[in-house]
């Protein structure tokens, strides 16, 4: 079964604007992990922040997670046509063992 | 370097039919997992690999499925008696030793006629 559950379902935005993302779960995590799939490719890992951490940047990607709320969020800014892909959040309990949602399908228009 | 490699690409088989899929993970690592996309929808784990420890099983849907590691290194996922729900996309992943980052391959897109 799913644990994360990401929001919007979908997101259409012009290049340059900011993208946010938000994926809920649903008991207690040790990492949360967003990964990027472009239309058919595989996943490509790009951020893990433990659960002690608040807030993790890297590059135009900026994770936040509020393990109070069992929520995180991924911000992409100023936007490229590049970043048109499916993000996925995805938790674990113990190291292993990803528990994916079914996805935000990101849209970036020239 | 080499990422995960996955064959076939893609799998056309007859219901009824068992199918083999393989997967070569990055040299050095030690973990390697197996998941499954339906269309539409996020993974589903199904098995995972660390080292010479027994595999964690939990997520085989069947005992149609199964899967084996051999000598570390390459992992072969065997689907037996195939039905059109393995209708599919089957990802393998691998991870260096005392890292949670899992290194995705492209997949096996399996269709069950």
């Known amino acids: 079964s799913q644990q994360g559950e990401e929001d919007p379902q979908a997101l259409s935005i012009q290049e340059g604007e900011n993208a946010t993302m938000n994926c809920s779960y649903k008991?207690?995590?040790?990492?949360l992990q967003w990964y990027r799939q472009n239309s058919g490719r595989g996943l490509v890992h790009l951020i893990l922040i433990r659960s002690n951490e608040r807030e993790k940047h890297s590059g135009r990607l900026r994770v936040t997670l509020d393990t109070s709320k069992k929520s995180s969020s991924l911000l992409i800014t100023a936007s490229r046509a590049a970043d048109t892909a499916s993000y996925f959040c995805a938790t674990d309990k113990w190291g292993y063992k990803l528990s994916f949602g079914a996805g935000t399908t990101v849209t970036v228009r020239a | 370097g080499a990422g995960v490699s996955q064959s076939p690409s893609n799998k056309v088989t007859e219901k009824g039919k068992d199918v083999e899929l393989r997967c070569d993970p990055i040299s050095g690592h030690t973990a390697l997992y197996w998941y499954r996309q339906s269309l539409g929808q996020g993974l589903e784990f199904l098995i995972y690999?660390?080292?010479?420890?027994?595999?964690?099983k939990s997520g085989l849907p069947s005992d149609r499925f199964s899967a084996e590691r051999t000598g570390g290194s390459v992992s072969t996922l065997t689907i037996q008696r195939t039905q059109q729900e393995d209708s599919a996309v089957y990802l393998c992943?691998?991870?260096?030793?005392?890292?949670?980052?899992?290194?995705f391959g492209p997949g096996t897109r399996l269709t069950v006629t």
């Open positions: 992943a691998s991870s260096p030793p005392g890292r949670d980052e899992q290194y």
């Open positions: 690999f660390q080292g010479n420890s027994a595999p964690d």
């Open positions: 008991t207690s995590i040790n990492n």
